[in-house]
């Protein structure tokens, strides 16, 4: 059985499940320790989610021997999700799951997801003041003001680079802090100096063969939006306005992606996917063999670029800036479905995943960067940053710049069809030279009409 998300929202729209189960759940304490409770835990994930997971109930289940946790893996977020809703249609939804934030607020504005607000702000220690990192949490969980989910970790875009190429140019590398991140222009002048051809000549001189080209400076990916968000929002655009409708084409935006198309076409500071293509290599190869100084990829990259894994002495630094700095925070939720026959085992279970223990596991291995404040201390740090993993700037990253630029987003129903169709194809377009003032307005109109047809839907 599979089913379209405007199927969803009618079948789930009819339920009465979500408003039943929020009044037993004042009503119900924890079960005696002598009758197990079983619940079921879905996701998606690959080695490293799966081993962090079955740790994580081995954990809470000698915490709390009266609530067994089934996890219910799938390698694919896309085939799970996909499952999700179908399962959900069907009556068999897991009782707690990672929810993809592409979903998030259409499946909780449609009722598929319990109402966990007021458990939060009763709980002695998720509901202190800032537990989690603010205002950014609240912006990505919070629909009207209130809690279907919380987050499970910051995910955000920075550069990864070869120190080595830096040291042997004699450049300073980016860091994370406000006087050592680039001014776009610094950032361009940097590209140019750090990109030869095989006959050392750089961009700017006379005779450089672009065809050629033996070090790239950067790679910034163009495959999706999430990159190309980051820098949108430092060139003070937005993504979505307070009506929950796209504005990637407003001028602010449509410059911010076209200078990052530019490096490709214009500056040939970066390398086409064709040209990395005919390497044989990713930018985590390029980076190692010396063949790309920078590369902007998720911060969940440093599980496998970073100095344990690398030949070459490895470092990390905020984007370059325009207007401002900034990144675009993401993550999957953890969240109670309202079809659940246990709310309040399912609750606890979905409180665990929210305490320092389930995020450290991830942190440490340089998959997830932490949304709790305490483990962004002087002290907390010390329980995740690791040595021979993260670089020796790392805590700024999370300490520092993504409190103070981290942008987190939240995507409103309708938008997996409207990126899908509109959105997606526009970015593909740029991303093969034609230019932002050419597609996204199009493009946008067309996506906001899906929008705007699925709030006239819910």
């Known amino acids: 059985m599979s089913i379209s998300r405007r199927d969803f929202l009618k079948l789930a729209g009819s339920s009465t499940a979500g408003m039943a189960l929020l009044s037993q759940l004042g009503q119900m304490g924890i079960v005696s320790a002598q009758d197990v409770t079983n619940i079921a835990f879905g996701g998606w994930g690959g080695v490293a989610e799966d081993e962090g997971v079955q740790s994580a109930i081995k954990v809470f289940m000698e915490e709390h021997p009266e609530i067994a946790v089934e996890w219910q893996h799938t390698p694919d977020a896309g085939v799970y999700s996909q499952n999700l809703l179908t399962n959900y ?8 799951s990672f929810i993809v934030s592409d979903n998030y607020e259409t499946l909780a504005v449609s009722g598929a997801l319990l109402d966990i607000t007021d458990l939060i702000k009763e709980d002695p220690l998720l509901g202190q003041p800032n537990y989690f990192l603010e205002p950014q949490e609240s912006d990505r969980c919070a629909i ?3 809690w279907y989910g919380i987050g499970s970790t910051w995910v955000a875009h920075h550069i990864y680079y070869n120190a080595q190429v830096f ?5 300073t590398p980016p860091g ?6 680039w001014a776009w222009d610094d950032f361009l002048e940097i590209c140019n100096a750090l990109t030869m051809d095989s006959a050392g000549r750089h961009p700017n001189d006379s005779g450089f063969d672009p065809e050629d080209i033996q070090q790239y400076a950067i790679d910034w990916p163009m495959g999706w939006w999430m990159p190309l ?3 949108v929002f430092s060139n003070d655009g937005g993504f979505f306005n307070e009506d929950g409708l796209l504005v990637l084409d407003s001028p602010e935006a449509m410059e911010a992606m076209q200078r990052v198309a530019d490096l490709i076409y214009v500056h040939n500071v970066a390398p086409r996917s064709a040209s990395m293509e005919s390497l044989g290599m990713n930018n985590t190869q390029m980076i190692d063999t010396g063949r790309l100084a920078m590369g902007i990829d998720g911060s969940w990259a440093l599980s496998w670029i970073n100095p344990s894994m690398m030949s070459v002495p490895i470092g990390t630094g905020a984007l370059p800036k325009m207007v401002k700095p900034a990144t675009c925070l993401q993550a999957h939720f953890h969240s109670v479905l309202s079809t659940t026959q246990h709310p309040e085992e399912a609750w606890q279970w979905v409180r665990f995943l929210a305490t320092p223990f389930y995020q450290e596991h991830f942190a440490k291995i340089g998959l997830w960067t932490p949304n709790q404040t305490a483990m962004l201390t002087e ?3 010390k329980g995740w940053i690791t040595e021979g993993i993260h670089p020796e700037n790392y805590a700024q990253w999370a300490a520092d710049y993504l409190p103070a630029h981290g942008v987190a987003v939240s995507l409103p129903p309708g938008w997996i069809e ?3 169709n509109f959105i997606q194809p526009a970015i593909d377009a740029l991303a093969n030279g034609e230019q932002a003032v050419d597609v996204f307005p199009e493009a946008v109109r067309q996506a906001n009409e899906v929008l705007m047809e699925m709030k006239e839907d819910m």
């Open 144 to 146: 009207n003001g209130r």
């Open 89 to 96: 249609a069907a009556g068999t939804a897991p009782d707690t």
């Open 418 to 420: 409207a990126n899908a």
């Open 379 to 381: 002290e907390g740090l």
């Open 167 to 171: 040291e042997d140019a004699g450049i």
């Open 229 to 231: 968000v980051a820098a």
């Open 176 to 181: 994370f802090l406000d006087d050592e991140i």
